[in-house]
């Protein structure tokens, strides 16, 4: 490893001292060695370090060799291969800052049918680390080179991106995503232009395909800080076309009481079932200041006996690693709306909680009578689980004790 690096850095120095007529005859062996470093080298690092040689390289050079360069990876990117369709995703990201628009241009189609077919062909049997990879890579150079552009056709399958079985392809999928809804109006989606992507009849089936799909997202714990925070804004632009919804839909779609109730209840679960993580609950609360800052209060002031109710129990549980964020969204929505507003909504997220708590029990006490066979084992099923509960409580316990001795 730290001969590598120290060959790559020489390569640098002598790249920074060559001649641009003398480096001719020797770029494409150089050329091709970093190529094959940058897939088959063992450490990330120096595939890095072979990825910015090449730049250096690419810079360093004539113009007309980019050509010839450009020229080998398109033919990488056609090969049938996913090792040399990866490293031609790679180095078009590697060297997009010296590409023409044209030249950029002709690179995207290519990028979207790659994507499209990885996940078209994908079965379980497939997932692959060359695949994962190779989609990750393309999704990132898509977003590098269109800018802030839509690219047609790659979204066709972007609902099965964000439901995609590695982290970092959803996490790519939600930049995408993100970038797609930048361009769009939420106000006015439901009705858009033909030229858009939620152009009708589709529009709204779009909508709830994409809405499912990030909300599915949720379902891991172990989401990263920059996968959340696009959560977050993808998020609320998609609950916010709900808002602005006024004929009736199929009954298969999510409607907006839906939204909020299933976003709701992934705070809600992780808070009673999950403790020691935070990642879903900062998201919705982040998800919910976003959204009252966004949209006008007299959209939202109708649903906000809903919205609160997951930062209520946050904020009354001092123990709780998310009670600062919950009363600083709290106090934000006190500040945006009014104290009267908010506190009338904090009453009646009060009143339906306890109107459900009695509901659980009249359920309960009634399942005991007609169904006692039933009722009998969902509490042996209880008492197990607060026995198991009880062991692991004595061996923490027990472990401390030992470690003090």
């Not at 039933?374 to 061996?395: D, P």
Request: include cysteine; aromatic fraction near 6%; charge should be positive.
């Amino acid at each position: 490893k730290d001969g590598r690096k120290s060959a790559l850095e020489l390569i640098n120095m002598i790249l920074l001292k060559l001649h641009k007529d003398t480096l001719k005859d020797y770029y494409l062996a150089l050329f091709l060695s970093l190529s094959t470093m940058v897939v088959s080298d063992d450490d990330a690092e120096c595939r890095k370090a072979a990825s910015l040689t090449i730049s250096n390289l690419m810079t360093q050079s004539p113009e007309d060799i980019h050509d010839k360069v450009f020229t080998l990876t398109e033919g990488w990117l056609g090969d049938k291969k996913l090792k040399h369709k990866y490293l031609a995703v790679q180095l078009i990201d590697t060297t997009a800052h010296l590409m023409s628009a044209k030249r950029s241009a002709s690179f995207l189609p290519h990028l979207s049918h790659l994507v499209n077919t990885c996940v078209c062909s994908l079965d379980d049997s497939q997932v692959t680390t060359t695949r994962d990879q190779l989609l990750y890579a393309a999704i990132l150079a898509i977003l590098k080179l269109s800018g802030s552009k839509v690219v047609p056709g790659v979204f066709d399958n972007i609902a099965e991106l964000l439901v995609y079985p590695h982290q970092w392809v959803r996490l790519a999928a939600a930049l995408l995503l993100g970038q797609l809804l930048s361009q769009e109006q939420a106000s006015s989606v439901l009705c858009a232009p033909q030229t858009s992507y939620f152009a009708a009849p589709h529009g709204r089936a779009r909508v709830d395909a994409l809405l499912k799909a990030t909300l599915s997202q949720l379902k891991s714990g172990n989401i990263l800080p920059d996968h959340s925070n696009q959560i977050v804004k993808n998020l609320v632009w998609l609950v916010s076309c709900l808002f602005f919804e006024t004929a009736e839909e199929e009954e298969n779609f999510l409607t907006l009481q839906d939204a909020l109730h299933k976003l709701v209840a992934v705070a809600s679960v992780e808070s009673s079932q999950d403790t020691k993580s935070t990642t879903r609950r900062i998201v919705v609360f982040k998800w919910i200041g976003a959204l009252v800052n966004t949209l006008q209060p007299e959209l939202v002031k109708p649903h906000l006996a809903t919205l609160v109710a997951p930062i209520q129990r946050e904020v009354k549980n001092t123990e709780s690693g998310v009670a600062e964020l919950a009363a600083e969204v709290l106090s934000y929505l006190r500040d945006k709306l009014g104290k009267e507003v908010v506190s009338a909504a904090l009453v009646a997220s009060d009143k339906l909680a306890g109107e459900k708590k009695r509901k659980r029990k009249r359920d309960a006490a009634l399942q005991a009578i007609s169904q006692p066979e039933k009722k009998a084992k969902a509490k042996v099923r209880v008492n197990l689980a607060k026995r198991e509960k009880r062991k692991e409580k004595y061996k923490l316990l027990k472990a401390k004790q030992f470690k003090s001795l």
